[in-house]
């Protein structure tokens, strides 16, 4: 009775619309298509079931319904996962692309197919990895700025596996990275943001000065007039410290001529930082300062600042700014690290022939003690340095002709004038 309803029903669907030829050719074509489209129905509990009716729904009305293809290519799926001969296998993973490439020509959107399709074979067929790169970079070049988040992560795959075959050049992929992070990079979608990350993790073993220099040098003619890659190949310079390449002075200049950015002067300020021109690098450091948006990103300029300070030995600034950098990011032990280092390099200066250089070191070990306290990521860099100072700390027979012991309290003077206690080194 139920299937009898069923037919009535579908001959009275086929009536309307078999001359569309969504549902077939004929009456008859829609009927047995209707009939068919229930193989969704013993997806789970009959499989063999399901792809018997999908089979015939495919063949006779292969415009009926989008989800007949997004349906074929899982029911493939659980067949390659199934099968143990490989000849087989290779069979049901050929038609499962084919249902894609048919899927293309029956309702389109090729960009977006292309890009499932080589998702898919990233996963089946990781011995092709020229047919992958082939299906996947087409894809993104239909699709542009509008590809999908897990096509990008695919072909920065996709390219590296050829790096790795020796097919593909370490700045085929870093070209590559910067194609997708120019689209991820406009995006504000999380799915974007989370594909970014994953494409930036495949690419960071290629991302070094040796092959982004040249690249850049390459590409600046022709790009100094290209805000996006202005600011990603500053960012990627920037990000592997290639500052003494005199062409990160040229992409920062220009990228901050046209985008007069936070990120743009503090790029400007590792430059002359660079260059050990540390009035400019402050003065850079400002300013992107003055144009952060929040107090996160501000405390990182703030920190630029204090650090060229100390590079430039006015160790009371360094100290200042380190200080207002930890009093914008709580938990931060770096600054405190930096205010360390200003008192160890003080030693000498502070040395009033009595225990002012040895107050240095000790003043030095407090901060160095306070960063790893708070903050366990330093915790290594902090030991060490520890490490050092103390061991310019003074033997305890020095101690008695001050008429000082190991314990004591002493105010260090010079510019640091704080209080510590004193220590010894045996």
């Given amino acids: 009775m139920k299937k009898l309803a069923l037919i009535v029903i579908s001959i009275a669907i086929s009536g309307l619309t078999y001359a569309q030829g969504k549902y077939g050719k004929t009456p008859q074509d829609s009927v047995t298509c209707i009939e068919s489209l229930i193989y969704k129905d013993y997806m789970t509990s009959d499989p063999a079931l399901a792809l018997s009716l999908w089979k015939k729904a495919y063949s006779v009305c292969p415009e009926s319904q989008l989800t007949l293809y997004i349906n074929g290519v899982k029911l493939y799926q659980g067949l390659i996962k199934g099968a143990t001969d490989a000849k087989l296998q290779q069979a049901y993973k050929d038609t499962m692309y084919s249902i894609f490439d048919k899927r293309i020509t029956v309702f389109g959107d090729k960009a977006k197919v292309l890009g ?58 870093v070209e590559m990275y910067e194609k997708v992070v120019a689209i991820t990079g406009t995006k504000q979608d999380e799915s974007y943001v989370e594909a970014q990350k994953k494409i930036e993790a495949v690419a960071a073993p290629y991302l070094d000065c040796e092959i982004l220099v040249p690249m850049a040098e390459k590409n600046f003619e022709a790009n100094k007039s290209n805000l996006d890659w202005l600011r990603r190949t500053v960012k990627l310079l920037r990000f592997k410290k290639c500052y003494e390449a ?20 503090d790029g400007m300020g590792k430059l002359f930082l660079g260059k050990k021109d540390y009035s400019k690098a402050i003065d850079f450091f400002n300013k992107a300062a003055d144009m952060a948006t929040n107090d996160e990103e501000k405390s990182t300029y703030v920190m630029s600042i204090a650090e060229a ?6 160790y009371s600034s360094a100290r200042t700014y380190a200080l207002k950098a930890a009093g914008l990011k709580s938990g931060w032990g770096e600054p405190y690290i930096v205010i360390g280092d200003a008192y160890l390099y003080s030693a000498s200066s502070c040395d009033d022939g009595e225990l002012g250089k040895w107050g240095a070191y000790w003043a030095a070990v407090d901060k160095y003690q306070k960063a790893k306290s708070i903050d366990s990521s330093v915790a290594e860099e902090a030991n ?27 105010t260090v003077g010079c510019w640091i004038n704080e209080s510590t206690t004193i220590r010894v080194n045996d």
């Fill in 384 to 410: 060490k340095k520890i490490a050092r100072a103390s061991a310019s700390f003074p033997p305890t027979k020095d101690l008695f002709f001050y008429g000082k012991q190991k314990g004591d309290a002493y």
């Fill in 116 to 173: 499932l399709k080589g998702q898919t074979m990233l996963v089946y067929s990781k011995n092709e990895p020229q047919k992958i790169f082939d299906v996947l970079n087409e894809s993104v070049e239909l699709g542009g700025t509008e590809s999908e988040p897990g096509t990008l992560v695919a072909l920065i795959f996709a390219v590296a596996n050829l790096e790795k075959d020796g097919k593909k050049t370490k700045a085929d992929v």
């Fill in 246 to 265: 005199p062409i990160f002075a040229k992409v920062a200049e220009a990228y901050f001529a046209l985008e007069p950015s936070a990120e743009g002067a």
């Fill in 309 to 314: 300070y100390l590079y430039a030995k006015n």
